[in-house]
């Protein structure tokens, strides 16, 4: 709505299957990526905004719930296994949310590449590493994996000599803190 009220024309990409754009946004499909990559790499965007999604990642997935009949999702990733648990540690019923995070990852990492090389800004938006003790005032748990440990993500920042910046949703007026970075 806001760039809209600038003049600019917006496209939204909704990727979740259950409430997103459908098959017509699903990058998983590969007439959908070639497409939105075709696009992207004539120069049709001044600027990609991506929020790939971020439930495999979470933190929340390190803790039970509480008071609950269900205790949540288990972890299926670790900092030293970022893109997933392996099998037999990997329960098996996860596997293909995992797949399918790992492919929109891989394919968002892609389209913002593209992006770039044709002189697009872009930004990528997801959830704090809560995994790292050196930042001891975002540190809970030395397992977590965030987004920006995934193989993709590294080689995108490198290539594009990207920064990462954490901040506090409450800082800009959010009623939760929920720490979120952006490259």
């Not at 995992?98 to 930004?123: E, K, Y």
Request: charged residues 20%; neutral net charge.
């Amino acid at each position: 709505v806001f760039l809209n009220k600038l003049g600019l024309e917006v496209e939204m990409v909704d990727n979740d299957p259950v409430q997103g754009g459908g098959p017509g946004a699903d990058l998983t499909f590969d007439a959908v990526f070639d497409d939105l990559k075709r696009r992207i790499g004539e120069g049709e965007f001044c600027a990609i905004f991506a929020a790939p999604p971020c439930s495999t990642f979470s933190i929340a997935r390190f803790f039970p719930g509480r008071g609950s009949h269900d205790d949540g999702p288990p972890p299926v990733r670790s900092r030293r296994h970022p893109r997933g648990l392996p099998e037999g540690l990997l329960p098996p019923k996860h596997r293909a949310e995992l797949d399918r995070a790992n492919t929109v990852v891989l394919r968002t990492c892609a389209l913002l590449l593209v992006g770039w090389r044709a002189g697009a800004h872009f930004a990528i938006e997801n959830p704090c590493d809560r995994g790292d003790p050196v930042h001891e005032r975002l540190y809970l748990h030395p397992d977590h994996a965030p987004l920006w440990l995934m193989p993709e993500v590294l080689t995108l920042q490198k290539m594009t000599s990207s920064k990462v910046v954490t901040f506090p949703q409450c800082m800009f007026g959010s009623i939760h803190q929920k720490q979120t970075s952006l490259m």
